[in-house]
């Protein structure tokens, strides 16, 4: 009987060795598929969309069942156009985690702009019913998007103020606000909204371009040349700089004489008591 105890110790020992070393196996591997993922995301930061679906791939080998890389690859294989496998990925996500609202925000991005209007506005709302998700600001703009593109202006208004009641300082949200009243035919609320977006958006183009345009279809010449030569300033080499320059030249618009940093004269000083005795 002595012995047979002694016979089953070491095989206890050998069993709680093994253990120990899957668990460190299990752990290693988890860093490694963190470390691989974060690379994944680095890559897609950088715009190397090829590399970063290679590491993703990777990363989803050693953890299929995490959903920020499904997330990653759905956004990566969004910006690939190809909208069914990024589709696919982002439910993919949220199969994995159902309360994802961030999943929900990009596969309702994904299903606009595939044309999916209902399916879109569908996963908006259910983005927006989880309380805790910190960008409801961003799914009311994307919502406003889509109703405006529907023409359904009246809630594609009520969208896009919802958009700036979470956010009063999105120059996004006031600028599709004036883009929808604009659309409405309420010039003066638009062109108020226009002028709000740019004063929480100074460095931003759009609101000085949108502004200028409207401007431009009233005939309000030198206010639409005023915008179209804050758009160069702010963004010269831009798309919107471009565009901005061509309507000045049409307008023949006068920019204003670019300020010289030359340094003031310097002042004669002889005058003043220097402290030393004649």
Not at 100 to 109: D, K, S, V
Not at 181 to 208: S, V, W
Not at 219 to 247: H, M, T
């Amino acid at each position: 009987m002595t012995a047979r105890k002694f016979q089953i110790v070491p095989l206890l020992a050998a069993g709680l060795l093994l253990l120990a070393a899957g668990c460190g196996d299990k752990a290693k591997d988890q860093k490694i598929a963190r470390n691989t993922k974060e690379f994944c995301s680095e890559l897609y930061i950088k715009g190397e969309l090829p590399s970063a679906i290679t590491k993703c791939l990777e990363a989803e080998r050693l953890d299929p069942e995490d959903p920020d890389v499904q997330l990653l690859m759905g956004l990566i294989y969004r910006g690939l156009r190809n909208y069914p496998e990024a589709i696919s990925r982002m439910n993919k996500a949220i199969g994995l985690k159902p309360d994802f609202p961030e999943a929900y925000t990009n596969l309702g991005i994904f299903y606009s702009e595939v044309g999916r209007n209902a399916d879109s506005l569908q996963a908006f709302d259910k983005a927006l019913s989880y309380d805790f998700y910190t960008k409801p600001d961003l799914v009311h703009l994307n919502k406003c998007e889509v109703y405006l593109r529907m023409r359904e202006f009246r809630k594609a208004l009520e969208s896009c103020r919802a958009a700036t009641q979470s956010n009063r300082s999105s120059w996004e949200g006031h600028l599709k606000t004036g883009d929808v009243l604009q659309a409405m035919d309420k010039i003066p609320e638009a062109i108020e909204a226009y002028e709000t977006a740019i004063r929480h958006g100074q460095k931003f183009p759009q609101p000085y371009y949108q502004l200028g345009d409207l401007y431009l279809k009233q005939k309000q010449f030198p206010k639409a040349c005023e915008n179209f030569i804050k758009v160069k300033e702010v963004a010269l080499e831009s798309e919107y700089g471009d565009k901005a320059g061509r309507y000045m030249k049409q307008l023949q618009c006068k920019e204003p004489p670019k300020e010289t940093n030359k340094l003031p004269p310097a002042m004669n000083l002889d005058h003043l008591e220097t402290g030393k005795r004649k």
